[in-house]
C-alpha cells in the first residue's frame, strides 16, 4: 500500500496532525509526511511520550483527533501518558495510533526488538487499546474496514492502534536530507577509538552508531571487548556510562551517543553534569537528523548541544567540526564531565555489518574487561 493511500485515508477521517518519532518500518510514511506536509501539520517531538501529550494538548484545544506515530519499542515510553491522561478512566482523550512492528513473531530483526516484538500486541490489549495490523497484501480495502473500527472507538473516546508490518507502506518518494557537515560518523570514531587507551572503555547509543563503534574498533583494536553496544534503551547509554564510570573511578569511560538519543531524554545530561564523574567523557555525534531510522531531521536542529551541556555544567564543553581540531581534544586530558558535540555528516557505509555475537555475549566480554580480566 502506498503511504499516500494511508495518509489520504486518515485525512478523510478529519485527521490532519500527525506526531511522532521515525521508524524505519514506517520509513515511507515518515518521507511522504515530512515531503508534502507544512511544519504546522506534521511534528517530531523528541520522544513518543511528548508526542502524545501534544497530541492531548491538540484535541484539547480543537476537539481534533490526531495521528501519533512511533516503533514499538516507543511504546514503554507512551505508556504513562497513555495510562494516567488518555484512558476513558482519566480524560478520555481518543488518538491514533500508528506504529512500526519490529520483532514482529516469525520474522528475523535485531535483538533489541525480539521481546518488544513478541509483546507489542498483548501490551495494546492490556493498555485497553483496540488494534489491528496492516499487512502487506492489505489493500484500500482493508483500510477503510480498519478505520471504520478506528471511528468507533474515538465515538466511544478511546484510542486506536495500526500496527504496520514491514513492507506493508510504500513510497515512491525518499528523503535525502544533508546537514552541511564533512566529517563522515564512521571516521569520527575512528580517529576516537585510535586514541584510547587500553584501560578506557566505550557505550555507544543504539543503531548506526554502535554498528560502526563494532566494525572500527574490531579494525584498529582487534576487538570491540572495550565497548558496550547498547543496541535498544534509546537515549539511555549516556545513564549507563554514569553508572559504569562511579563503580569504575580509574577507568576512562567514554559514552558515544547520537543527536537523537540526547535530545529524548536530556534530563539525563542535566542529571550527569552534576555528578563528580571526571573519567566520564560525553560524545554526541550531531548530524541533526535520526539516521538509524531513515534520516528524517530531529526538528531540533537549531539546539546547540553545546551550549546547552556548558548551561548544565560539564567541567569542560567543546563544539568540533574538523578532524584535525578532534585529535588535538584528544590528546588533552580532561578533568570531567566532558562534553563533546561533533558535527557530522548524514550518511553510513552501504556495507556496514552488523555484530556477529548476540547482547548476553557481548555484555559478558565488557563485564570482564571491567573486572581486569583481559
Not at 99 to 123: C, N, S, V
Not at 131 to 143: E, G, I, N, Q, R
Not at 317 to 345: C, H, K, W
Amino acid at each position: 500500500m502506498k503511504a499516500e493511500t494511508l495518509i489520504n485515508a486518515l485525512e478523510a477521517i478529519a485527521i490532519h496532525d500527525y506526531i511522532g518519532v521515525p521508524d524505519s518500518t514506517l520509513k515511507s510514511f515518515c518521507d511522504y509526511l515530512y515531503l508534502h506536509k507544512s511544519p504546522a501539520q506534521h511534528h517530531v517531538p523528541v520522544n513518543e511520550g511528548a508526542a502524545l501529550a501534544m497530541a492531548a494538548g491538540i484535541y484539547l484545544a480543537s476537539g481534533q483527533i490526531s495521528c501519533v506515530y512511533m516503533q514499538n519499542s516507543g511504546l514503554g515510553n507512551a505508556v504513562n501518558p497513555i495510562t494516567s491522561l488518555l484512558h476513558e478512566k482519566v480524560y478520555a482523550i481518543p488518538m491514533l495510533f500508528i506504529i512500526g512492528y519490529r520483532g514482529q513473531p516469525g520474522y528475523a530483526d535485531e535483538p533489541q526488538h525480539k521481546f518488544q516484538g513478541a509483546i507489542t500486541l498483548p501490551m495494546l490489549e492490556l493498555l485497553e487499546i483496540p488494534y489491528a495490523v496492516l499487512k502487506k497484501d492489505d489493500d484500500a480495502f482493508s483500510l477503510s474496514q480498519i478505520l471504520k473500527k478506528a471511528q468507533t472507538c474515538f465515538q466511544a473516546k478511546k484510542q486506536f492502534a495500526i500496527v504496520v508490518e514491514k513492507g506493508a507502506l510504500e513510497s515512491e518518494e525518499t528523503l535525502h536530507f544533508q546537514n552541511g557537515f564533512h566529517i563522515r560518523r564512521e571516521e569520527a570514531i575512528q580517529h576516537v577509538i585510535s586514541s584510547l587507551q587500553s584501560e578506557d572503555v566505550i557505550i555507544s547509543t543504539t543503531g548506526k552508531i554502535s554498528r560502526e563503534v563494532y566494525e572500527q574498533s574490531n579494525a584498529i583494536l582487534g576487538h570491540h571487548k572495550q565497548a558496550f553496544l547498547t543496541v535498544g534503551s534509546m537515549g539511555h547509554a549516556s545513564m549507563i556510562a554514569r553508572g559504569i564510570a562511579l563503580k569504575c573511578p580509574h577507568k576512562r569511560v567514554f559514552c558515544f551517543d547520537g543527536d537523537g538519543a540526547a535530545l529524548m531524554h536530556m534530563g539525563s545530561m542535566n542529571y550527569i553534569a552534576q555528578q563528580p564523574c571526571e573519567n566520564l567523557i560525553h560524545i554526541v555525534f550531531n548530524n541533526l537528523a535520526h539516521e538509524s531510522v531513515g534520516g528524517m531531521p530531529t526538528q531540533c536542529a537549531k539546539t546547540p548541544l553545546h551550549e546547552i551541556a556548558k548551561a548544565m555544567g560539564y567541567k569542560h564543553v567543546l563544539y568540533i567540526t574538523d578532524l584535525q581540531e578532534l585529535d588535538s581534544t584528544l590528546q588533552r586530558n580532561y578533568q570531567g564531565p566532558v562534553f563533546i558535540e561533533i558535527g557530522v555528516a548524514v550518511g553510513s557505509r552501504a556495507d556496514l555489518g552488523r555484530p556477529k555475537e548476540t547482547a548476553v555475549e557481548n555484555k559478558e566480554q565488557f563485564m570482564s574487561v571491567l573486572k581486569g580480566e583481559y
